[in-house]
């Protein structure tokens, strides 16, 4: 399993994980097709190859993801057709 399906599969897990960087969340967005742009600040927008956007503000000074930083990356992996479910071999 690569280091990109770990941190995937670390994203989905539940519980959700207590302890997803903001670097973590950069390498699965960007495995996933999204490319992330940031005009200045911490306000950072993610678009995907298909159009999707949603947006994020990085997280200071830990880095460490809050539950709804979670649940917005998730929500938009899962837009995208990226899931990670019980019984998947990813």
């Known amino acids: 399993m690569s280091k990109k399906e770990k941190q995937l599969k670390k994203l989905f897990a539940t519980p959700p994980p207590k ?53 917005t990356a998730k929500e938009a992996l899962s837009t995208v057709g990226i899931q990670i479910g019980e019984g998947s071999n990813e």
């Open 19 to 71: 302890d997803f960087t903001w670097g973590e969340l950069l390498t699965v967005m960007r495995g996933a097709g999204f490319v992330e742009s940031c005009n200045g600040g911490s306000h950072y927008t993610f678009e995907h190859m298909n159009g999707y956007r949603t947006s994020m503000s990085k997280t200071h000074p830990d880095g460490i993801l809050k539950r709804y930083q979670v649940d």
